[in-house]
């Protein structure tokens, strides 16, 4: 105690009370924090300290302090502990005498509910990560990052200090018009842009192609971070019905023929968060559709490596006039290296990099060489390989624990990341307030709002199979679920 | 000639019309394309062989592909040749019956004429490059990139395989709060948010803070780069004039009045392009327009660290409330490793985080490791005094050159990169003429345009010292402006 005189705590130890522990700790930092005796900036002890200190557990401490840092109170510096939040002009009965004003009473830009996530993503101490949209470090292909760092580790200086081509590292490039040709869809390397993941690709989809104020279809339920990004562009965005089988191609043509929208996002294949595949055929119609209305399609593709067997290709059907295609090494190689691509017509990709430069000038060559090397050493295609296997396990396991809960699954891809699940048909309280309730216990869990367009609480969770493999997330599936 | 037997060339060697072996070669390459000889697509002879084929200088072949380069014909792959482009819709006579039509008859965005720049930075080949922004590669920290890339390759696979923390990794983010502390502003690290090079700060602080048709204040002339940016998110610009002193703070004012901007983007200190540094007493000067008509200042300072001496910082005049503060690596360390960051007040970094996130997730912590290693090993400092005596060295000499050929330099900083320099009073053709001119010769000039917010034409060069020890570029002004 000596150690913390700042915070008073004094637990309330009643078996039949156990989870309020987590609250009391909160209590307790969180009237620390109102009567100054913790003061804006100032550390916390840590997780271990405060545990040891007041003979509670490790995973008592990290929850409250993951709800803290979620409410705002707290700020997490992975490997460097939690600190109290500086004072924000969005908290109550804050602010002296204009010290600590900001010159504008402006509203930061409308990122939905889902921004909640980038909190926790910022907290990797949080226990249990079935919420989170990548693989586990060691899950990905540590080998090849490796090989591929020592590797440009050794190209000489000043071939890699200076700026690379605004198209990014023309080898890789060539690489993957390579590969292109190779799945379905021939191209010449002036038809790839190498960005820094599929995000930034979209977001330069976007800038480049899109106007404020033009219309878009998503698919509902879609990839969470494109609803910020569209907002962000100031577009309007009407969705469209993921079926296990694909978009519902009647309201799709409804949608279109009443919104004159621009374009279409889809993510065909393993959808996150969905985990579906589209068949051939509904590509196909969604295409003539897209065709028929005039639309652009924007096809994130980050998942196909993962996939079993032979999936349809938007760009592909299309021989890239309208399709705008994404993809990257995320979900395979690392997320860590930013690296992803845009395969499109020679004059859309010319207009991207444009937008590209002027975002942000190039992407780094480094980490392209990395990918490069990493993708050219001889064990990549078996690593590839063995994360499939594991996933299909995983995919398993999951499956069967969710339909034993009573909850129904959208589909059953057995590859990908992702499982979405229904809730059981008689619970009440929604998917919000069954995320909120597992942060408490330390569990991310991702609710349908994150991915609806509307952010309506639809009763819907996204499963990482990756991260599910967990008994405490089935112990507080189970109980809250009851 | 067999080699190539598409491209019909046939020079007329005559002393006296030396210059125009350039354009015979630019005739011959038209000419094959527009006949067809050579199709879209199609690779050309590489400089060395077709310079041997017809005993002409590479020299020639180089300047004379730049060109075809910058106008749309040819397309530069570095270290992998060129190729005829791609037939573009933008080109007259192209499009055979749809096969290559896009979907919409869309208008790329508004980027101005400096985006040629694009073309020309893609084209590392150019022989001489005077116009360009960066160091030469072995001017730079390559000792350290090496060093860094080395030390990121034995960090244990899963610890870098992952997704970095949003704001960026926390001991780099520590210590440039240390720094920051020690060169005037004490801040914390959550003050500290990691971006992807100054460019892409300056993008998220536009799309944090302002909204399409809010007006804003640019220097003029003003960086380049920033010109696209603000024209892609629909805001309104106007100018005030950048005096070797610093801001014209009676103009300031009256367009503040005037126009009611919500931000002013400064470059203080050894200013792209014009190579000037704000008076202390300018800056605050400015600090209190901005103040007194309620502005952002957007302060752009990436050549902090290549100043001799004190020089006025608007965010530590200010304490970091209205000013968000940009810097990064890319002048000292290396442009290759994309990092920069912001530094401002917690909350309006907090709001950048979320931007960051929506529009490209974490930046690549890899280079931010190699960054954060490049600078704490022993040679560092060391290495920032030795290009600061090389950039003092050059000053001297291409400002000498300069006044030599009748030409008035708005400053004379003998550090950074670059001298602005106005053309001879006598010269009528204009600073964009005389850079397309340059180009023919393989010689690459900024002028004036490029840094202008209404890209006038005005009389002005902006030359990077340490690419303009070249007595090409010295022959060709002395002949231009004779």
Redesign the interface.
């Known amino acids: 105690m000596t150690d913390f005189p700042l915070i008073e705590f004094h637990p309330v130890r009643d078996r039949n009370k156990a989870a309020t522990l987590v609250q009391q700790v909160i209590d307790a930092v969180t009237r620390a924090i109102d009567t100054q005796a913790l003061r804006p ?1 100032m550390a916390l002890p840590s997780v271990r300290d405060f545990a040891r200190a007041h003979d509670v557990s490790t995973f008592t401490v990290a929850a409250a302090y993951a709800r803290l840092v979620a409410a705002g109170r707290l ?1 997490a ?4 502990g939690y ?1 109290v ?2 004072r ?3 908290q109550a009965g804050s602010a002296g005498p204009g010290t600590d ?4 009473a ?1 509203s ?2 409308t ?1 939905g509910a889902e ?1 909640l ?2 909190d926790v ?2 907290d ?1 101490s949080i226990p249990v990560k079935s919420g989170c949209g ?1 693989l ?3 899950w ?4 090849g ?2 090989l591929g ?2 590797h ?2 050794r190209v ?12 990014g590292y ?2 890789l490039r ?1 690489a993957i018009a390579e590969h292109m040709g190779a799945i379905g869809l021939p191209v ?4 790839v842009l190498l960005t ?2 599929v ?2 690709g979209l ?1 330069l989809a976007i ?3 899109l106007r ?1 104020g033009d219309t878009v279809i998503v698919e509902r339920p879609c990839y969470a ?1 494109l609803l ?2 569209l907002r ?1 562009a ?1 577009l309007r965005v009407v969705s469209v019905e993921r079926a296990a089988a694909g978009l519902d191609c009647h309201a799709l043509e409804q949608l279109a023929a009443l919104h004159r929208p ?1 374009a279409l996002f889809v993510n065909p294949v393993l959808q996150n968060p969905t985990g579906a595949t589209l068949t051939m055929a509904n590509a196909c119609q969604v295409l003539r559709v897209a ?1 028929q209305h ?3 399609i924007i096809e994130d593709d980050i998942s196909r490596e993962l996939a079993v067997g032979v999936a349809p290709m938007l760009a592909a059907l299309d021989g890239a ?2 399709v705008v295609y994404l993809s990257g090494y995320s979900k395979v190689v ?5 690296v992803g691509y845009v395969v499109a ?4 990709v ?2 991207m ?3 590209k ?11 392209e060489r ?1 990918v490069h090397q990493a993708l050219h050493e001889g064990r990549y295609q078996a690593h590839v390989a063995r994360v499939r296997e594991r996933l299909a396990l995983a995919h398993g396991k999951v499956a069967q624990a969710l339909t034993d809960l009573g909850m129904t699954l959208h589909s059953e891809p057995r590859a990908g990341l992702f499982l979405w699940a229904r809730l059981p048909q008689g619970w009440q309280g929604g998917a919000n307030a069954l995320a909120s309730r597992a942060l408490n216990d330390g569990i991310w869990l991702a609710p349908g709002s994150y991915f609806d367009a509307d952010q309506e609480d639809i009763p819907w969770l996204r499963l990482n199979v990756a991260y599910s493999d967990d008994a405490s997330l089935w112990r507080f599936l189970r109980q809250a679920t009851a």
Chains 1, 2 share one sequence.
């Open positions: 900036g700020v510096r992975p490997g460097a600190r939040a500086p924000s002009s969005t004003a900001l010159p504008h402006w930061p830009p990122l921004w996530l980038s993503f910022a990797h990548w586990p470090g060691e990905l292909n540590e080998d990052l490796h760092l020592r440009v580790a000489p200086g000043a071939r890699i200090a200076g700026y690379g081509h605004p198209y023309a080898p060539a010449q390397a002036e038809q820094q993941g995000t930034h977001d800038r480049t192609l404020a971070n910020p990004l962000l100031g621009r065709e005039d639309m652009w006039r309208r690392s997320p860590s290296v930013r017509h020679a004059d859309v010319r207009d990099a444009r937008t430069m002027a975002v942000g000038l190039t992407s780094p060559e480094i980490l990395v």
